[in-house]
């Protein structure tokens, strides 16, 4: 059985409308019949509302789908990646930011000290840059 038959089954034993079901979980009809047509997935903390509000285990909603595991597994890993990519760009701009800055004022060993953070910035905005490209490449095959 996959997940959107699970929450049909669920739905209609209990004698809920999809109307009635979403409104349960702060959901739209068509959510839930995106849900049943297996268009899209419910989140995670969903499914426990679910497993908990009808006395379900939570294996019997997850493990019965193995292309919804795969989608929980591709979305968490996607959102890795994203929150390195924001790591980078702050790395780069910022690192480019404080070289522009430094171009008018004086020479100091301020002016030296921040040009040095700033290279090392970009640098290693680089170097993670590098990663991140290898693995999103690798994640997209």
Known sequence: MNIGNAITEIRKTQGLTQEEFGA????TRQTVSNWENERNYPDLQILVNISDQFNVSLDQLLKSDQQMILQIDKERSLGKLRRKKKIIDFLNGAGTGLILGCLYSPDTWRKALTITIAVIMIITGY???????EK???YLQ
């Open 24 to 27: 349960l979980f702060h959901v």
């Open 127 to 133: 170097c993670l840059k590098t990663k991140y490209d």
């Open 136 to 138: 999103m490449e690798k």
